[in-house]
């Protein structure tokens, strides 16, 4: 019993961590791109330490159906959030950083207008 809330500590603590790097993250990059990249990276792995180690520390059938829930939720919300925000940000004209690699972006453009 002491060795999983050793590894539960450890682990809500670590995704703890990563949340925080996540905020100097929003304060240092220079783009929404990069912006919305880690703090959807950081969301998804805190997400899972974080729970991860709750449930390590209340282990039950019940805590481990939630955490399961709450980590698959957070997982598909993640994703699709990034995308519609950094998505939006293209739409929108918002500029990259100099030196962003933007040829894949367009030849999609070129692709869209033949169809």
Known sequence: ??????????AV???SAIFV????????????YTRVSAVATAGGIGVILVCGGAALLQPSVDTLVK???????????SAVGAIAIARAAVLSGHRFVAGTD??????????????
Do not use: C, H, P, W
Not at 67 to 77: D, K, S, Y
Not at 102 to 109: G, K, M, R, V
């Open 67 to 77: 955490v399961v829930i709450a980590i698959v939720l957070q997982l598909l919300t």
């Open 1 to 10: 019993m002491i060795a999983l809330t050793v590894v539960g500590n450890v």
């Open 13 to 15: 603590l670590a995704g």
């Open 21 to 32: 790097l996540a905020a100097v993250g929003l304060l240092r990059f220079r783009d929404v």
């Open 102 to 115: 933007t040829a894949a972006l367009e030849s999609d453009a070129k692709d869209g207008e033949t169809s």
